[in-house]
């Protein structure tokens, strides 16, 4: 155990040996979320690294916890690479039931221990609990979450058992020390790896073309509990999971994997436990479901710091850099934080503030938002004084369409500012959420179907493309029937290669034209995010392709959009490309590329 401002930091990340205790950094004396997080070197330059060069990042943090959970994982129920040679309900079944299990189980422990049983104090939201429709929503999306890690893993244990992928069997892995000093190598590396990851997979995520339909799902949840951390929609999985990708690209043991997946898997929870007083409580993390678009990666790496988009702390910020503006009443009593306004004492000598800090933007009651000439903001829901000088609310926010539509065309079709926009979506979310929970909400809106309707043609594509349905299903059609569907299959792939091998204008454009195989590993991985901005065009989204991000630099923009192409979408689209191959060609093609690049 070692003392540090987070006090007595022990394994698993604990402070002073307990689960459930506030990190010594904390002001206890300021409401929850608004101690700067400055104090404990999270999120800026400085000594982020020292942690890496000693290990602690490994043994003293909550990644001693995960990978404990992964060894148990292996070991009591090792892969069975026998059985995955075929593809059979029995071991696929056995896999997911045991992964929905660790899920249900460990986001239960914290739901449970926070909500149900009372252990933390502080909540950033103080007061607030989650409804059952809330909770059976968030279960629901987790439970696929669970589902699609089981997918990732039962394709990669296909790939190794028929060889289409290579690995370090067990036995050897303790027979030399060459393999002993590569396997704990990569252990340690899969949580930096994941630091990376996450950061470039959720600003990713936060495009307009992915948001609109994707992760605006996710962002149902402002303010978060445990199981909203794997609440996502499966296209957000889908690149989540993506993380993978490097066990496509090494020749280690299937543990490693294993250990990957399992990180992914569980380490969302307690991040998104909504309190401030528990092992890996993530004010880091929370501040970007409360103020939306900032704090994109963890509190490790400072790559939002480095891009712009770091805050520390609810209320005031001191580092942000984005364009929101917001009239927070700070913790001085003054709105704003002015640096020469008196803070107000209690009865108990405590500091606190003039007025309770907002739990949100977008809370009746509050100050009011001024716009960028300083005039009052009257979108937004404030106190205002009647003629008689009794209080009264300002109209709310338009939360609909049709009411947007109307407010851009009162203010002469203008288009609003962005910040103004992103504050809006939230709101709309927030309100959405309560509606969609019940079982009129419940209907999908005409956008959402549509993109529902092609990632399940999507996923239909890459099961039948697996299994052979049409080999095994047709001819258990009337004949007709079959007939029918059998040529429609024709039409659609063997016409496809006739068309390459025999026209004038398909041999000229051979070289550049993808195979079946090829063209529906596109489609997995890059078609959710083409048909998102196809959708965006289509139904004249009113903000940019690029949003919240268009006022950046080109060197900015383009760099994390390469960097979402290089580890998000490759890795998807190479592992299709792994699964429908013929066993060996993806060896081939790696020793290739390696051979080429020595």
Request: hydrophobic share 45%; aromatic share 14%.
């Amino acid at each position: 155990m070692t003392t540090s401002a987070n006090g007595d930091v022990g394994l698993f990340g604990t402070v002073n040996g307990s689960f459930f205790e506030t990190p010594g950094w904390v002001d206890k004396k300021l409401p929850p979320g608004y101690t700067s997080q400055i104090k404990a070197g999270y999120g800026t330059p400085g000594t982020w690294w020292k942690p890496f060069t000693n290990l602690s990042f490994f043994v003293q943090s909550p990644n001693l916890l995960w990978f404990a959970v992964a060894v148990f994982d292996y070991a009591c129920f090792p892969y069975d690479l026998n059985a995955a040679k075929t593809w059979a309900w029995g071991w696929v079944a056995e896999r997911l039931a045991l992964n929905v299990a660790i899920t249900l189980g460990f986001f239960g422990f914290w739901s449970l221990s926070l909500y149900a049983l009372s252990y933390g104090s502080r909540k950033f939201k103080p007061g607030s609990a989650p409804s059952a429709a809330r909770m059976f929503h968030n279960v629901w999306y987790s439970t696929l979450g669970a589902a699609q890690w089981t997918l990732w893993e039962v394709i990669f244990m296909h790939c190794y058992a028929t060889g289409r992928l290579s690995f370090v069997p067990d036995a050897e892995v303790l027979s030399s020390w060459r393999h002993i000093a590569e396997t704990c190598a990569w252990i340690l590396v899969i949580p930096v790896w994941r630091e990376l990851h996450f950061y470039v997979a959720h600003r990713f995520l936060h495009f307009r073309a992915l948001y609109k339909y994707v992760h605006s799902l996710h962002h149902r949840n402002t303010d978060i509990e445990p199981f909203s951390g794997l609440c996502m929609h499966p296209i957000e999985h889908l690149y989540y999971f993506s993380c993978l990708g490097p066990s496509l690209y090494i020749h280690a043991s299937p543990f490693v994997f294993l250990w990957n997946g399992i990180h992914l898997l569980i380490s969302p929870a307690a991040s998104h436990s909504g309190w401030e007083d528990n092992l890996q409580s993530d004010q880091f993390h929370y501040l970007h479901h409360a103020k939306f678009e900032n704090n994109y990666g963890t509190a490790g790496v400072p790559f939002d710091y480095w891009f712009g988009t770091f805050r520390e702390r609810l209320g005031r910020s001191d580092y942000y850099k984005g364009e929101w503006r917001e009239n927070d009443v700070g913790l001085d009593g003054a709105a704003g934080g002015g640096k020469n306004a008196q803070p107000t004492t209690t009865a108990r000598g405590g500091r606190t503030p003039r007025r309770r800090p907002p739990p949100s933007d977008h809370d009746a009651d509050t100050e009011p938002r001024l716009k960028k000439d300083g005039t009052p903001d009257r979108r937004f829901r404030q106190r205002s004084k009647s003629p008689s000088g009794r209080a009264r609310a300002a109209p709310a926010l338009a939360s609909t369409p049709v009411e947007v539509r109307k407010a851009v065309r009162r203010s002469g079709g203008e288009q609003r500012d962005w910040h103004e926009s992103a504050g809006d979506i939230v709101a709309r979310q927030r309100a959405w959420l309560s509606g969609s929970l019940t079982l009129a909400g419940a209907v999908p809106r005409a956008g959402d179907f549509v993109y529902t309707c092609f990632c399940v043609s999507m996923a239909a594509t890459l099961f039948f493309s697996v299994f052979d349905i049409h080999k095994t299903l047709f001819p258990m059609l009337p004949m007709r029937a079959a007939e029918f569907a059998t040529l429609l299959w024709d039409l659609a792939f063997v016409a496809w290669q006739e068309f390459v091998e025999f026209s004038a204008l398909g041999s000229s454009l051979a070289p550049y034209l993808p195979t079946c195989i090829q063209a529906t590993a596109l489609l997995v991985s890059a078609g959710p995010v083409a048909f998102g901005a196809l959708m965006c065009l289509l139904t004249r989204d009113r903000y940019s392709m690029v949003w919240p991000f268009h006022k950046e630099s080109f060197g900015t923009l383009s760099l994390h959009i390469a960097l979402a192409a290089l580890l998000c979408i490759m890795p998807t689209y190479h592992t299709v490309i792994v699964l429908l191959g013929a066993p060996g060609t993806w060896l081939r093609s790696s020793s290739a590329l390696v051979m080429a690049a020595a």
